[in-house]
C-alpha cells in the first residue's frame, strides 16, 4: 500500500495539473458513479488527509479516493497515450489541456465538500499535515501507547494512530529504533516513534523516491526494506523477512537480527 508520502505527493501533482481550471471531461467507469459527468465544473484544488484523496470542484462538491494497493493517478497531456491499460481506468478527469486518470482507484465517493471529515474523522493525527503541532505529537503518542502491549510494527500500521505510515516506513522505523517489530509498545519512546515517522515522510514529500539512509543511490537507499539479498545496510549482516499481522493486515516484515535484537515470531 503506497505510503503517506506518495499519496501527499500524488495530491500536489493533480492539484498543480488541475487547479483553477474547468473540466472538459468528467467521467467516471464505476457502478455508483458511472451516470455522474463533472464536466464544466471547475477544479478548485486537490488536498490529502493521510492516504485520503481529495479533489473539489465548483458546486460544493469533493470527489474522495483512496490508492489502497494498487490505485494510482497519472497525468497526460490532453490528447496523451496512456500509459497503463484503459480498461484500469476508473475516473478521468480533463481539462483543455491536460487529463488526469485514476487507475485501479478504490473508495471513490462524491460528497459535499463540507462532508469531507466525516471520512476522515477516525483517523489519527496527519504526518504531513501542514499545521502540525506538539499537540498533535502528543495526540498520536498517547493512542500510540494506548495498548502497551500490542507489537510496534502492527501499531505503526494503524491508521487511527497516526496517519501516513506504511510497510516500508514500518519496517525502517523499526530497524533506525534499533528494535524488532514484534517489540511491545511498551518498550519504546513513543513520542520518539511519532517524531521519527513524521520526519521520514517529511524527508521524502517531494520526490518520487523513498530514501531513509540519506543515500539516494539505488540500492542503498533503505536501511533492511526489500534487502534479502544485499544484507542490512547498517552491518551488512543477513536480513530476514516474517509475515508480521492477521488477514488483509499481514504484511512482509523485514527485519536485522543482529541489529535489531528482540521477539520475534515462531518459525
Known sequence: MPEGDTVFLTGKLLDKALAGKTLVR???RHPELA???????DVLGVGTVGKHLF?????????????????SWDIYPAGGRWRTPAHHARVVLATADVQAV?????ELKLVPTAGEHDLVAHLGPDLLDPQWSDGHTEKAAAALAAQPE???????????VMAGVGNLYKVEI???????????????????????????????????EQVTTGDLERGRRNWVYERTRQGCFRCGGRVEVLDQGEGVYRRPTWFCPRCQPGPRPPT
Open 102 to 106: 485514476g487507475f485501479r482507484v478504490h
Open 174 to 208: 523499526c530497524h533506525l529504533l534499533k528494535v524488532s517489530p514484534w517489540t511491545p509498545v511498551s518498550e519504546v519512546d513513543t513520542r520518539k516513534v511519532v517524531a521519527l515517522a513524521r520526519k521520514l515522510l517529511l524527508a521524502n514529500a517531494w520526490r518520487h
Open 150 to 160: 500490542r507489537e510496534l510494527g502492527d501499531a505503526l500500521l494503524d491508521q487511527r
Open 26 to 28: 468528467g467521467e467516471f
Open 35 to 41: 451516470t455522474v459527468d463533472l464536466s464544466g465544473r
Open 55 to 71: 479533489t473539489r470542484f465548483s458546486g460544493d462538491l469533493t470527489l474522495h479516493s483512496h490508492l489502497r494497493m494498487d490505485g
